[in-house]
């Protein structure tokens, strides 16, 4: 049970950040509460912070996909 609630806000997080990515606003999080909104609401703030202090979007693009794979490696371990 615990590994399906990880993977939930792991999945919140990354779709928080691609949205960062993409120049959504954050008022369009899909989430209205919870602990999903704030992993949402936290992947899209490192994105903007990330885009703020130079990475342009390929290097955003790689840094979720480095961040996936470490997911994916927990929840079979």
Known sequence: ???QKRDQTERAFA??????IDGRSRSLCPHETGI???QWLN???ESR?????????MAQ???????QPM???ASAG
């Open 1 to 3: 049970m615990k590994s």
């Open 15 to 20: 779709r928080g950040y691609q949205a960062g």
């Open 36 to 38: 999903a909104r704030q």
């Open 43 to 45: 992947g899209w703030r």
């Open 49 to 57: 912070i990330d885009q703020w202090d130079g990475l342009n979007r």
């Open 61 to 67: 693009v790689q840094k979720l996909n480095n961040l």
């Open 71 to 73: 997911s994916a490696m």
